[in-house]
C-alpha cells in the first residue's frame, strides 16, 4: 500500500453518502475532557465519539457513572464524581502506538456509490481509507487523530502515532464466536471482558442504551439515536432474538417511507460501512433493531427508521453483554 500523510487521506475519506457533514479543519482538544471521555469510554459509559469536547453525549455519559455509583446526577465533574473516578484516573489519555502493514491493510473502497442497487453489486461496504479505519478502532473522528498528530503524519508501517486510550484490558475472546466477529471485535479495540445485561432499557428522551445486570444495578450505557417523527421507536417490552454479525442487509423499499419510487429491493454486502454496520441484535418486534452505524459522529444527532442505533464499537460491545432472550425496554 502505498503511504500516505494524515492530510491526504482526511481529504480521500470524505464519503460520498447522505447524511455526511463535510470534513472540517482540525478540531481543538481539551486535554482534560479527552482524558474524561476515555476513563468513561473503558468503564463502560461511552461518550460516544472520543473528541475532547464538551457535549450532550459527554453529560449523558457522566449522568450514567454517577448513576451507577449512587452519587447525584449532575452531569458535572463534580467533586463526588471525580472522587468517583480517582481509582480510574491513572489510566493514560492516549497511546502512541507503531503503525504495523496488518493494521493498515484493508481493503478499502472509495468512493461508496449512494444507491443500494450499485451498493448491491460490491464485494463489501469496507472502509474508505486507512484513517478512517483507524478512527473507528480508537472510537474517535479522522479530525481529531490529525489534531492529535500532525497532517504531516505518514499512515505507513514504522510511524508512530497517538491515539486515544481505549486499548482493551483482554482480548481472550470466547473460541465458540467466528472468526470473522472475533476480528471485528479485536479491530473496533472491544474488551472481552463484558458485564453480562439481565435487561436494557433504551430512553427515547435522553437518546441512552442502559444495561442493567441481575441486581438492577447500571453496569453500562451507551448514546443512542431512536426513531425519528415518521418512525418513532416502538414503545414496549421486547426481547432481543439473537445477533447477526458482520451481517448483509436486505434493503426493501417497501419498509423505508423515505424511499424512491424506482427502488428496488437489493441485498447489500456487510462491512462497517452498512447501514446497520457491524452487527444486527434482532428483536422480538419484526423488522426492528439494535445496530451499529456507518456515522458514529451522528448518533443522537439525527433520525432513524424506528430502530435503535449505535457507533460500531458500541454495539459490538453490546453484542457481547447480551443473549437471546434478554429483555429489551423501550420507553419514553
Known amino acids: 500500500m502505498r503511504p500516505v500523510f494524515l492530510s491526504l487521506v482526511l481529504a480521500l475519506a470524505v464519503p460520498a453518502v447522505a447524511q455526511t457533514p463535510p470534513v472540517a479543519a482540525p478540531v481543538r482538544i481539551d486535554p482534560d475532557l479527552l482524558k474524561m471521555q476515555v476513563v468513561l469510554d473503558r468503564l463502560g459509559f461511552s461518550p460516544g465519539v472520543i473528541d ?21 446526577t449532575t ?12 481509582p480510574y484516573w491513572g489510566t493514560d489519555a492516549t497511546k502512541v502506538l507503531t503503525l504495523n502493514a496488518r493494521v493498515l491493510a484493508g481493503p478499502y473502497i472509495d468512493p461508496i456509490p449512494r444507491g443500494e442497487d450499485q451498493q448491491a453489486k460490491l464485494p463489501g461496504l469496507y472502509y474508505r481509507s486507512p484513517l478512517e479505519k483507524l478512527a473507528e478502532m480508537f472510537h474517535t473522528t479522522p479530525q481529531v487523530l490529525v489534531a492529535l498528530n500532525s497532517p504531516q503524519t505518514w499512515l505507513r508501517p514504522g510511524s508512530k502515532v497517538t491515539f486515544p486510550n481505549v486499548l482493551p484490558s483482554s482480548r481472550a475472546y470466547d473460541a465458540k464466536l467466528r472468526p470473522d466477529w472475533i476480528a471485528t471485535l479485536n479491530g473496533l479495540n472491544v474488551d472481552a471482558v463484558q458485564p453480562q445485561a439481565a435487561k436494557v432499557v433504551v430512553d427515547k428522551s435522553d437518546k441512552v442504551l442502559r444495561v442493567y445486570d441481575q441486581a438492577d444495578k447500571l453496569v453500562a450505557q451507551f448514546q443512542v439515536t431512536t426513531g425519528s417523527t415518521h418512525d418513532p421507536l416502538p414503545i414496549g417490552k421486547w426481547t432481543i432474538k439473537g445477533a447477526d454479525y458482520n451481517p448483509k442487509f436486505h434493503f426493501n423499499p417497501a419498509l423505508f417511507w423515505d424511499a424512491d419510487k424506482d427502488d428496488k429491493k437489493a441485498m447489500l454486502p ?17 423488522h426492528y433493531g439494535i445496530h451499529g452505524t456507518p456515522e458514529p459522529q451522528l448518533i443522537g444527532r439525527t433520525e432513524s427508521h424506528g430502530c435503535v442505533r449505535l457507533a460500531n464499537w458500541n454495539a459490538a460491545r453490546l453484542a457481547l453483554m447480551v443473549k437471546p432472550g434478554t429483555p429489551a425496554i423501550f420507553q419514553e
Open 52 to 72: 475532547g469536547r464538551p457535549g450532550m453525549s459527554l453529560t449523558a455519559a457522566i449522568k450514567g457513572f454517577q448513576e451507577s455509583r449512587g452519587l447525584r
Open 270 to 286: 456487510p462491512g462497517p460501512n452498512g447501514p446497520v454496520g457491524v452487527v444486527w441484535l434482532d428483536l422480538s418486534k419484526p
Open 75 to 86: 452531569g458535572e465533574p463534580d467533586a463526588a464524581t471525580m472522587a468517583a473516578l480517582r
